[in-house]
């Protein structure tokens, strides 16, 4: 019985984890494509350079760790309203 409680919650832990994972590389790829329409010579020099696709890599990175964040928080909390009632 222990070994059938353990095994459920192991595979409920890695399919969070799963999901987490597939939720932020969409989320970064989204923000990936959605940067590529920012006038970034506006702000720097070089934008064609290798800083500059540099720089357009870590803000997509970090804007979509943000909105993943807020997708898996949001289900999370979603999860968590069926034990309101």
Known sequence: MDSDVSQNISSTIGV????????SLFCIGLSWW???????DLFIRHPKGAQ??????????????????????????????????
């Not at 959605?34 to 970034?40: H, R, T």
């Not at 540099?54 to 760790?65: I, R």
């Open 52 to 85: 500059g696709k540099l720089l357009q890599l870590l803000l997509a990175v970090v804007l979509g760790h943000f909105v993943a964040k807020f997708l898996l928080d949001y289900i999370g909390w979603s999860n968590m309203i069926r034990y309101m009632f």
């Open 16 to 23: 969070s984890g799963l999901m987490s994972i597939v939720v």
């Open 34 to 40: 959605a940067l590529q329409n920012l006038k970034l």
